[in-house]
């Protein structure tokens, strides 16, 4: 079936803790990409990684497509890291159906 | 940064009435899309519009839901008749196409 699973569901992190957050995605989702939803609601685009590495401050990823995983890395989180971070990719030759993970709820205490 | 932008940001309807929400994706994208999240819920994708057309949705997105993009900026979701399982956060987002999607900052929509 179509499957996007996120792990862990929550985290709870010191302030200047790193963190690895997981997404596992079935054969049929494809262009995954990285989402921050902040405390007031707002989907901010992280990362959008089919394949390969990306950085950007102290985030980066990792997907790896053939075997279906990609991993968010935080270094050195702040308490604004704080949210749930979702996991989505397109589904099958979609333009636009997204499917999301679950998402993990990331809490960074001070 | 060129972003999407949604109104209204918070709706309040009665059971039964009709809501529009609005939003101006991004100028030069091609596709546009609309998704809601349920409270505590992941986001769903409801629709998607390419060349004046929906082009895909899914199957929340009954004949009680509608999508126009009346001028060449805006891009409408219409509910014709609100019912309380409507209550979510409405996400309108768009892309080049096939890329990256960037998502307005939401209107929640809450039926009473």
């Known amino acids: 079936g179509i499957q996007v699973e996120q792990s862990p569901p929550d985290l709870i992190l010191q302030e200047g803790a790193n963190s690895t957050l997981r997404c596992n995605f079935s054969?049929?989702?494809?262009?995954l990409q990285w989402f921050h939803q902040n405390p007031w609601g707002q989907l901010i685009n992280l990362f959008y990684?089919?394949?390969g590495t990306k950085q950007n401050g102290r985030l980066s990823a990792t997907t790896v497509a053939t075997e279906r995983y990609s991993l968010l890395y935080i270094s050195s989180s702040q308490t604004t890291d704080s949210g749930v971070y979702f996991c989505?990719?397109?589904?099958?030759?979609?333009?636009?159906?997204?499917?999301f993970g679950k998402g993990t709820k990331l809490s960074v205490k001070p | 940064e060129p972003e999407v932008t949604q109104t209204p940001s918070h709706q309040v309807t009665q059971m039964g009435q009709e809501v529009i929400l609005r939003c101006v994706p991004i100028?030069?994208?091609?596709?546009f899309y609309w998704y809601r999240q349920i409270l505590g819920q992941k986001v769903e994708f409801l629709v998607s519009?390419?060349?004046?057309?929906?082009?895909?949705k899914s199957e929340i997105f009954d004949d009680q839901f509608s999508v126009e993009r009346p001028d060449g900026s805006n891009f409408t979701l219409k509910i014709r008749s609100t019912k309380l399982e409507d209550s979510a956060m409405y996400f309108c987002?768009?892309?080049?196409?096939?890329?990256?999607?960037?998502f307005g900052e939401g209107s929640w929509l809450t039926v009473v």
């Open positions: 519009f390419y060349n004046n057309e929906i082009s895909e």
């Open positions: 989505a990719g397109y589904y099958g030759g979609s333009q636009g159906n997204l499917i």
């Open positions: 990684i089919p394949s």
């Open positions: 100028s030069n994208h091609l596709y």
């Open positions: 054969d049929s989702v494809n262009n």
């Open positions: 987002a768009s892309t080049l196409g096939g890329n990256t999607i960037y």
